[in-house]
């Protein structure tokens, strides 16, 4: 069992920044690719962006590549998602993810997952 719990999301204004953190607990964490996906009202929820188990393979949904940073902290067991330049249309809720998968774009595959953190890009 791995817990996590994400953090950071806000009310911010178009073309502002913030950073989301997952905490992860229960389970050695440097073992788990990372994912960050998000899911507004009425959509089906969609990959944002993905780490590998050692951190030095990211990828990114083309809506957001040049603009969002993902991240991890292993001594820390932490993972992050540094967003820049936010629009509207990032409105969502934002949830963090763990797998053994290398198709980090698949949810399906994510055996953890967190309860979200709300962000909200006004206009």
């Known amino acids: 069992q791995v817990n996590m719990v994400e953090s950071g999301g806000g009310l911010v204004q178009a073309g502002g920044s913030l950073r989301l953190s997952c905490a992860a607990s229960?389970?050695?964490?440097?073992?788990?690719?990372m994912g960050w996906f998000r899911q507004a009202p009425g959509k089906e929820r969609e990959f944002v962006a993905g780490l590998n188990w050692r951190g030095e393979s990211t990828d990114y949904a083309d809506s957001v590549k040049g603009r969002f940073t993902i991240s991890r902290d292993n001594a820390k067991n932490t993972v992050y998602l540094q967003m820049t330049n936010l629009k509207p249309e990032d409105t969502a809720v934002y949830y963090c993810?763990?797998?053994?998968?290398?198709?980090?774009?698949?949810?399906?595959?994510?055996?953890?997952w967190g309860q979200g953190t709300q962000v909200t890009v006004s206009s």
């Open positions: 993810a763990a797998t053994r998968s290398p198709f980090l774009r698949v949810g399906g595959v994510y055996e953890y």
């Open positions: 229960g389970r050695t964490f440097s073992s788990y690719a």
